[in-house]
């Protein structure tokens, strides 16, 4: 058995998504900037993409952006966001994806903007009176606070968040990478000027996205060298990647509730299941809520042991995929930012569980029992 469950991570592709994109890479293969045949065919596909999304996150098409990712929609909002309206002021987390903290961080070290972080609770989510309080004394702020964190799996009330920021006329911008194709968005419901989602998160293709930019908050390109994207993004676009995205993203949504109770049901299993398997455990952040976490992420803090330096190592000749926090991060020496906000004991091997509807409850029992023999 090969256990497959870092999905926060990536996710495999759907045969359908696959599908859908083939005859885009061997037959509609033509520029969509082209006005011949071929270059129409491509166009269209774009384009019906473009109306599949929006619809799904009820709100425009002119106001879906394609990207190569999540990272590329996350850096265009903030940095493009904040030059293009003269923003001096940031607020955001310290648990936010390298995506948005590195991207703010470059700002602020160009001199542009300052940061603040919110202060967060014991629990790892924005503490919302500090919140209120931060935004009410820097009106005109941008704000960056993500909807689900990708290590620990906290929710944030990003509805709140937007209606405080409202409040306070500041611009809200939320990494909602690990929670598009995992939870209904609604952008009419929803106060957010920038929104950003990545296809593989939800079993579509890598290196495709899109950026959603409310149609009041229009912003100059962060890539220029072409009019593609209305102007906003040059470069030839990922015709069959954004096919992908697309049908990928319309069949989590044709699927939402089935595929979350399914996982919801491997979650719960997991982690009451490593309770009793060893008692010593814990776990980070706040992903045993299920109200308050995804449904998708288990973030274990395994007990002090000698085997916990080469844990992922001795997991992976069980054929277990996991992450050691973010995998964003991993092959490399630096620790998790997220866990080191949340004072996460240092002493004890910190692992990332995240399923898909592909996982099954003999995959987490094998993962329990195998993580039970190496603990006795």
């Not at 000027?193 to 229009?218: C, D, E, R």
Request: a negative charge; charged letters at 20%; proline letters at 3%.
């Amino acid at each position: 058995m090969h256990v497959y469950l870092d999905n926060a991570a990536t996710t495999p592709l759907d045969k359908q998504v696959l599908e859908a994109m083939l005859p885009y890479m061997q037959n509609h293969f033509g520029n969509p900037s082209s006005i011949h045949t071929h270059g129409r065919e491509a166009r269209s596909a774009i384009e019906k993409s473009r109306k599949t999304i929006a619809s799904l996150l009820n709100t425009s098409p002119s106001e879906i952006f394609f990207t190569s990712g999540g990272t590329e929609a996350d850096n265009t909002a903030i940095i493009s966001g904040i030059r293009s309206l003269g923003i001096k002021h940031a607020i955001t987390s310290p648990i936010e994806h390298h995506a948005v903290l590195h991207a703010l961080e470059y700002l602020e070290k160009n001199g542009e903007i300052k940061i603040t972080y919110v202060q967060l609770d014991e629990k790892g989510h924005i503490a919302e009176e500090a919140f209120e309080e931060l935004v009410s004394k820097n009106p005109g702020s941008f704000v960056s606070i993500m909807h689900a964190n990708n290590e620990v799996g906290n929710i944030n009330n990003i509805e709140w968040i937007g209606n405080v920021c409202t409040e306070h006329q500041c611009i809200f911008h939320s990494d909602t990478v690990q929670t598009v194709g995992h939870f209904p968005i609604d952008l009419q419901k929803l106060k957010l000027h920038f929104i950003a989602g990545s296809a593989h998160k939800f079993h579509g293709p890598k290196g495709t996205g899109f950026l959603y930019m409310n149609h009041n908050s229009t912003v100059k390109p962060l890539l220029y060298g072409g009019a593609q994207e209305r102007n906003m993004r040059g470069g030839t676009e990922n015709v069959y990647g954004i096919v992908g995205l697309a049908k990928a993203m319309e069949l989590a949504y044709q699927n939402l509730e089935k595929d979350k109770n399914h996982i919801r049901a491997l979650k719960q299993s997991l982690i009451q299941k490593l309770k009793l398997a060893i008692p010593e455990i814990d776990f980070n952040g706040d992903c045993c809520n299920p109200e308050k976490s995804l449904y998708t992420v288990v973030n274990a803090a395994l007990p002090q042991h000698d085997i916990n330096e080469m844990l992922l190592f001795n997991l992976d000749i069980h054929k277990i995929s996991v992450s050691a926090g973010s995998a964003c991060a991993s092959g490399t020496d630096i620790g998790s930012h997220v866990l080191q906000s949340l004072k996460a004991d240092e002493n004890k091997a910190h692992v990332r569980f995240s399923f898909s509807k592909y996982n099954t409850m003999e995959e987490a029992d094998y993962v329990v029992e195998k993580l039970q023999r190496m603990y006795k």
